[in-house]
């Protein structure tokens, strides 16, 4: 099975992996991983002030730091996983991310809001759920 686990570093996202680790007959080292991290995008005044290769290395590096953790979580696990980086709307993002590389499945940490929460802040869970024709998994 080809999975993509998105990741960025919250809690939710370490329970997301526990859950994986704890359940290696499912999400075993047969499967295909491969890890998301989106980058929110800087205001277009501030990007045109440090130019786009200054705007660009930080995406990475920031993107690196989720990244290379859950890396090294998922190497202690038998997983190695493929990291993708992308700059915009997490949902959007991940939501074509899994749908464009044909994933069989996307697991992902949610916060667990209210509907009324979703309502009010919105929820990257809801996003991808509402726009994604790949199953999703949520852990919460």
Avoid: W
Avoid at 111 to 122: D, K, Y
């Amino acid at each position: 099975m080809k999975i993509l686990l998105a990741v960025d570093g919250s809690a939710y996202t370490k329970k997301m992996l526990a859950y994986l680790a704890t359940h290696g007959e499912m999400f075993g080292s047969s499967n295909s991983f491969s890890m998301i991290t989106v980058q929110a995008p800087l205001p277009p005044r501030a990007r045109a002030a440090v130019g786009a290769a200054a705007a660009n290395e930080y995406y990475e590096e920031e993107s690196a730091k989720v990244t290379g953790t859950v890396a090294k979580f998922l190497k202690r696990h038998g997983i190695d996983a493929k990291a993708i980086h992308k700059v915009g709307s997490p949902g959007e993002q991940i939501s074509k991310a899994a749908e464009g590389g044909k994933f069989d499945l996307l697991i992902m940490g949610s916060h667990g809001h209210s509907a009324l929460g979703n309502l009010v802040m919105g929820s990257v869970a809801t996003q991808v759920l509402a726009h994604c024709g790949v199953p999703v998994l949520l852990v919460r």
